[in-house]
């Protein structure tokens, strides 16, 4: 499966952007998706994820409570929602793909979008 991000930009901080993650190569309906990010000098980490008929959701403890994870199978296409945007949120996001479960492990990943949450 091919992954294709986008959305991210330049916000400020309590903003919002909505990210996009367009599939394609695959049976989309298939796969649990996830959003993953990495700051600069720092390792990658989990942001959320979605199961592959959207009711199972889990999140980061980070962004719970203003990132929302959604997905439309009709458009191969799963999108991750963030509001009241931090300056620690900047990063580079990037979504992934796998069939084992919305804890992973993610075998596809896009190319990434960058987030900047200025002060």
């Known amino acids: 499966v091919q992954l294709q991000a986008s959305g991210g930009g330049l916000v400020q901080a309590g903003g919002s952007l909505r990210l996009s993650c367009a599939a394609s190569?695959?049976?989309?309906?298939?796969?649990?998706m996830g959003w993953f990010r990495q700051a600069p000098g720092k390792e990658r980490e989990f942001v959320a994820a979605?199961?592959?008929?959207?009711?199972?959701?889990k999140y980061a403890d980070s962004v719970k409570g203003r990132f929302t994870i959604s997905r439309d199978n009709a458009k191969n296409t799963n999108y991750l929602q963030m509001n009241s945007l931090k300056p620690e949120d900047t990063a580079v996001y990037y979504c992934?793909?796998?069939?084992?479960?919305?804890?992973?492990?993610?075998?596809?990943w896009g190319q990434g979008t960058q987030v900047t949450v200025s002060s």
């Open positions: 979605v199961s592959w008929s959207g009711i199972v959701v």
């Open positions: 992934a793909a796998g069939l084992a479960g919305v804890l992973g492990p993610y075998n596809y």
């Open positions: 190569g695959a049976t989309f309906s298939r796969y649990y």
